[in-house]
């Protein structure tokens, strides 16, 4: 079995012809079209798994699959020292005059689609969580308290809510858990709108009491006392 988190050999960097870049950067450079090509879930576990970035350590890693066996893109997490955590993009496409597609350090161009998508496809009557971030996403779907859910979250940090496709909330009970500061709140009021402009049946947003510490999240321990204190409104 292939191990998508070892180094690249020398022959593997060669062939995927890596551009450099992150998420930020995908912005900044010369206007380019760039056509994304989703390959198979068996060519994705070639994907580059960088262990560092920009002389950072890379800390999550997280693929983002259609639902009909294709990888549509990768993100990534990584931590400068003294400095906010960053997040890159890994695309497989092609740039304007390219023959051939390859691995790009370059955000995919919106709608993206969302996060778990397999499972929110698949769990079509369950009610929707939707968390701030794809480490948030992973421990809720694993977490006893939301077994009964789909779990989902948008690529892009708290700011790229806009980007993503949303039409799978479509006739859908939708619960937001925002992380607990500005920027949570601001992005599940985001998604609140973009949910009932995609066709969700009802949406909520979750209000954590007030002993929750600024910047907690649903990926943290729970603070106590515990979780019978935390109620729904509606978005």
Not at 8 to 31: F, I, N, Q, Y
Not at 34 to 56: D, G, M, N
Not at 101 to 111: D, E, N, T, V, Y
Request: hydrophobic share 35%; aromatic share 10%.
């Amino acid at each position: 079995m292939t191990d998508i988190f070892r180094p690249l050999t020398d022959e593997e960097k060669r062939g995927h012809r890596l551009v450099g870049g992150s998420c930020l950067d995908a912005h900044r450079k010369p206007p380019m079209h760039f056509t994304p090509v989703p390959v198979s879930l068996e060519h994705s576990a070639a994907i580059p798994h960088p262990r560092t970035y920009k002389q950072a350590p890379v800390t999550g890693f997280y693929c983002y699959d259609d639902g009909d066996g294709l990888t549509g893109f990768a993100t990534f997490r990584y931590d400068p020292p003294n400095a906010r955590k960053q997040f890159g993009w890994l695309t497989y496409g092609k740039l304007e005059g390219e023959d051939l597609p390859r691995w790009h350090f370059r955000a995919p161009p919106p709608p993206r689609m969302l996060y778990n998508l397999p499972d929110l496809l698949g769990k079509a009557d369950a009610p929707v969580l939707v968390v701030e971030g794809e480490k948030a996403a992973n421990k809720a779907a694993l977490a006893a308290s939301w077994q009964g859910y789909a779990v989902t979250t948008s690529s892009g940090g708290a700011e790229g809510a806009h980007k993503s496709d949303w039409s799978p909330l479509a006739g859908r009970e939708v619960l937001i858990a925002p992380d607990n500061d500005i920027a949570g709140q601001a992005y599940a009021h985001a998604v609140a709108e973009l949910a009932r402009q995609a066709g969700a049946l009802t949406v909520q947003i979750i209000r954590w009491p007030d002993y929750f510490p600024k910047g907690w999240d649903i990926a943290d321990a729970l603070p106590v006392p515990e979780q019978k204190h935390v109620t729904g409104r509606a978005a």
